[in-house]
T-cell receptor
Framework: NAGVTQTPKFQVLKTGQSMTLQCAQDMNHEYMSWYRQDPGMGLRLIHYSVGAGITDQGEVPNGYNVSRSTTEDFPLRLLSAAPSQTSVYFC??????????????FGDGTRLSIL | GENVEQHPSTLSVQEGDSAVIKCTYSDSASNYFPWYKQELGKRPQLIIDIRSNVGEKKDQRIAVTLNKTAKHFSLHITETQPEDSAVYFCAASKGYSSASKIIFGSGTRLSIRP
């Protein structure tokens, strides 16, 4: 049972380049989300999804796109990378049950640097 | 939308003493409040959570209290040990389906002095 798998672990990009951060979970969780973590600012929600075919914006969605074609995968796309997107990115997943969220399982993170 | 504020941003306590971290939330409909611990270079991991139908939950040296009227919740760590040194995050969400986004506080860096 791999849990939440993020690839790559590290990436350096030049301003204006595009790339996709991959996230996959094997726990059949409905809820998946992407956070960015910057010093002193905690974990800020970028986008989230409550199931295949459903996505929604979080606190800081600008500059990022997501899609959820399957339950397992939730890729995050940077269309034109900017230095302000230098950060550590975490993907997380959790089941949805009843009227309340459940604990999230986090991936190991992707450290992204934009030059 | 939901906003979660966390205090203090840094906390240093003597080994064996207690540590308290406080969070406030803005959306009175929030019903799930987890706490995560993140060690340096690692992923956040859940340490305890509480739902809006209870006021307190305890797990060994860790406890969380919830005051729905005041919209704040707190993490209490007793008999602190060196391995408690980490960054702690609170979070809040209001549950089901499209309203289920989980918003985090800005974190507290806890240091345990030997």
């Amino acid at each position: 049972n791999a849990g939440v798998t993020q690839t790559p672990k590290f990436q350096v990009l030049k301003t204006g380049q595009s790339m996709t951060l991959q996230c996959a979970q094997d726990m059949n969780h409905e809820y998946m989300s992407w956070y960015r973590q910057d010093p002193g600012m905690g974990l800020r929600l970028i986008h989230y999804s409550v199931g295949a075919g459903i996505t929604d914006q979080g606190e800081v969605p600008n500059g990022y796109n997501v899609s959820r074609s399957t339950t397992e995968d939730f890729p995050l796309r940077l269309l034109s990378a900017a230095p302000s997107q230098t950060s550590v990115y975490f993907c997380a997943s959790s089941p949805l049950s009843g009227m309340s969220n459940q604990p999230q399982h986090f991936g190991d993170g992707t450290r992204l640097s934009i030059l | 939308g939901e906003n979660v504020e966390q205090h203090p941003s840094t906390l240093s306590v003597q080994e064996g003493d207690s540590a308290v971290i406080k969070c406030t939330y803005s959306d009175s409909a929030s019903n799930y409040f987890p706490w995560y611990k993140q060690e340096l270079g690692k992923r956040p991991q859940l340490i305890i959570d509480i739902r809006s139908n209870v006021g307190e939950k305890k797990d060994q040296r860790i406890a969380v209290t919830l005051n729905k009227t005041a919209k704040h919740f707190s993490l209490h760590i007793t008999e602190t040990q060196p391995e408690d040194s980490a960054v702690y995050f609170c979070a809040a969400s209001k549950g089901y389906s499209s309203a289920s986004k989980i918003i985090f506080g800005s974190g507290t860096r806890l240091s345990i002095r030997p």
